[in-house]
């Protein structure tokens, strides 16, 4: 079974927790994930970088992040890196 990219949008009400619980349940099936940042919920660099920071705290370990303009692509390693 392949394993594809799904994606998931972020707008005014920011990160919330059932955002982190789709994420969860999410990558049970999944590698990959892209999370969109709307306009509403403020396009802002720094702002971007805290949430994709956030993420990552809330998932664990195994999870990295990497921003383009306003998306930020979360992988899942097989592996946990040190």
């Known amino acids: 079974m392949k394993k594809f990219q799904a ?3 972020i707008g005014k009400k920011g990160l919330t927790s059932g ?6 349940n ?8 892209k999370v969109h940042i709307l ?4 396009h802002n660099k720094e702002k971007v970088k805290k949430i994709g920071e956030e993420i990552v705290d809330e998932l664990g370990k195994k999870y990295t992040y990497k921003i383009i303009g306003f998306t930020i692509f979360i992988k899942k390693w097989r592996k946990i890196m040190r």
Do not use: D, T, V
């Open 39 to 42: 306009k509403s919920a403020g």
């Open 26 to 33: 999410a990558f049970k099936n999944r590698e990959n994930m």
């Open 7 to 9: 994606s998931i949008q």
């Open 19 to 24: 955002i982190i619980e789709y994420l969860k």
